[in-house]
């Protein structure tokens, strides 16, 4: 075999290199080029993506799926499609939170080394391989594993900023989480905690155990009690799943209390669009508040996050973990709005 080789000739060595590098500059990643449910997305070869001056390139360990994933994928509502695509979608790689480790940074990036574990937001994060601006990503603790630092981004900064900023939750108020078994639930409970307030969870049969297991004080079990009828009264109603009417909602609100929607699409992007009008008229009456927002990812708050699960008052929930080959059948399962906690996409396990 050695005289073989010793006998290849030069031009038939730099071209097996070249073939090598070629193959080294691929990777593979879900993608679809068409709106439509999950089946059409596709596990394939394409280009190993290069970092920009300011960008980090990430070995993908792990990466999570949002709501967001499969409302880009089916096009849906119809109205988004004037910003993401009229008839085929701008947006062609699905997944946005990533954890891995770097594997080249640009000129600028230069808070990072290759070698980091690291976890943040991107585009096309159901991958082997993606880039992001380094301003988008954090160090991942030591004691949290790259599945749990996946899980992160999207999800627990909508907690944080709904809660700390849209909520101004402060330490002894009551805070009602409606959707406290979901991504962003099961993150909300938790930061509530650790900033001081007394949590009220609000979730189904089978999940009642789990939310009051991350620390709820109280849990609804809202298949057998309608909690927009009780007789308790909170400062806070942070609202994920937006199935009760904000006039409901606010019967439940102390005289200077806070209701917080999450999301453009926890109760349909029109119904978002029409909130600022319906609570703009609701202030001129009342003194409480009512905010609406979508998460903005930053470095400050990701590293707020990592020192959260570092001293183990966050930990996050993980429902299903798939591969990459896996993931029509990983969003087709969060579709369904049955996840307990968040979804997994594992590169490992696809390796």
């Known amino acids: 075999m050695m005289e073989r080789i010793a006998e290849t000739s030069p031009r038939s060595l730099a071209r097996m290199d070249g073939v090598f590098q070629a193959f080294q500059r691929r990777m593979k990643a879900a993608v679809y080029n068409r709106y439509g449910p999950p089946d059409v997305i596709q596990i394939t070869d394409v280009d190993k993506p290069v970092p920009k001056d300011n960008e980090v390139l990430i070995k993908v360990r792990a990466a999570s799926a949002n709501p967001l994933d499969f409302h880009l994928l089916r ?22 939170d990533v954890a891995g480790q770097v594997e080249a940074v640009g000129r600028s990036a230069t808070q990072f080394r290759p070698g980091d574990e690291v976890f943040g937001c991107c585009r096309g994060a159901f991958a082997e391989y993606a880039c992001t601006p380094a301003s988008k990503l954090a160090l991942k603790p030591d004691n949290v594993t790259f599945e749990q630092a996946a899980s992160v981004p999207v999800a627990a900064l909508t907690a944080l ?21 979901g991504g962003v639930g099961t993150f909300a409970v938790q930061i509530a905690k650790s900033l001081g307030a007394q949590v009220t969870g609000v979730c ?11 620390g709820a004080d109280q849990v609804i079990d809202y298949t057998r009690q309608d ?15 937006a199935n009760h009417s904000v006039l409901a909602c606010r019967r439940l609100l102390n005289p200077k209390g806070t209701y917080v929607l999450a999301g453009a699409l926890s109760g349909g992007l029109i119904g978002f669009l029409a909130f600022p009008i319906k609570t703009l008229a609701l202030s001129l009456i009342v003194s409480q508040k009512f905010a609406a927002f979508i998460a903005r990812v ?8 990592r020192e ?3 001293t183990g008052k966050v930990i ?10 896996e993931v029509p059948e990983a969003i087709r399962y969060l579709e369904e709005g049955h996840a307990r906690g968040k979804v997994i996409i594992a590169l490992e396990r696809s390796a």
Do not use: H
């Open 75 to 96: 096009g849906e509502p119809y109205i988004a499609r004037l910003l993401f695509g009229l008839r085929r979608p701008k947006i062609t790689r699905p997944g946005v």
């Open 204 to 214: 189904s049969t089978r999940n009642v155990e789990m939310v009051r297991s991350i």
């Open 308 to 310: 959260l699960m570092g």
């Open 298 to 305: 930053n470095q400050q708050d990701l590293t707020i996050m």
């Open 161 to 181: 900023q709904g809660l700390r900023d849209k909520g101004m939750l402060r330490p002894g108020q009551k805070a009602l989480i409606n959707g406290a078994a």
């Open 316 to 325: 996050p929930v993980i429902d299903r973990r798939y591969s990459l080959s």
């Open 227 to 241: 909690f927009t009828k009780g007789g308790r009264r909170y400062d806070l109603i942070f609202d994920l799943v």
